[in-house]
């Protein structure tokens, strides 16, 4: 079984993003949140409060029924990079030895379509499902990550849009908005339309640098688990 996980480097020049994909012209935004979810992720390093995007609804009723269900309770965040993303979500977590090797469980049933929009980016505090290196783009159907990322460039934000434009996507831009976001709040720019965003963090985003900075090992494992139990609010 392929180890999930998401790519933490932007090779520039070959713009290496494991397999390429066909990219959806970006729509205009939605501003109606009527009908988003609100998932309370207790750590025990605080409280994240995320919602739930309605244009990924795939995603959105997959993470739902997994929260209802209990199934994320004791899980760990397994993998932490700082400057990157926090991923967690593995069942084989809950129970682990300190030495296991963790990343490569899933739920029952299939993985998830990719529903990639291009007006959702990974800026800080998205949320997003990491995915093992299949050539359609399709998530875990349980494994998650939140960004941390960092500040960058239009620089770098010009050298994205030329990877997504090589890939198929010739009126890929990064409107002004955006940019600003990237530049100032920071994010993962480099995996935008390569993984599923379908929610943003609302609350905690100190809570995410918190973990993000715990010691870990050479796996990126944290030394002392950080465990998460979630609901939702409405």
Do not use: W
Not at 34 to 42: D, T, Y
Not at 161 to 167: A, D, G, K, Y
Not at 209 to 233: E, S
């Amino acid at each position: 079984m392929r180890k999930i996980v998401l790519a933490a480097l932007f090779i520039l020049g070959g713009y290496g993003l494991f397999a390429q994909t066909k990219i959806v012209k970006k729509p205009a935004p939605k501003t109606s949140v009527s009908k988003e979810r609100l998932v309370e992720i207790k750590t025990d390093l605080g409280t994240i409060l995320v919602k739930l995007y309605d244009s990924t609804p795939l995603h959105r009723d997959n993470f739902i029924k997994l929260v209802k269900q209990g199934f994320y309770d004791s899980l760990l965040f397994h993998r932490v990079i700082q400057d990157f993303m926090i991923q967690g979500g593995d069942p084989e977590s809950k129970n682990a030895d300190s030495a296991a090797m963790l990343g490569n469980g899933e739920a029952p049933g299939d993985m998830i379509p990719a529903e990639f929009r291009n007006n959702l980016i990974h800026k800080k505090g998205a949320l997003a499902m990491a995915r093992t290196d299949n050539p359609e783009k399709a998530s875990s159907n349980c494994q998650f990550y939140i960004v941390q990322g960092k500040p960058t460039d239009d620089n770098f934000l010009n050298q994205v849009e030329c990877s997504v434009r090589q890939n198929g996507d010739t009126g890929f831009y990064y409107n002004d908005a955006e940019r600003k976001i990237y530049k100032t709040i920071g994010g993962t720019p480099f995996l935008d339309q390569n993984y599923t965003v379908f929610g943003e963090v609302v609350k905690g985003l100190d809570v995410v640098d918190k973990i993000a900075a715990v010691p870990k090992d050479q796996n990126d494992r944290p030394l002392k688990n950080i465990r998460m139990k979630m609901r939702m609010l409405n």
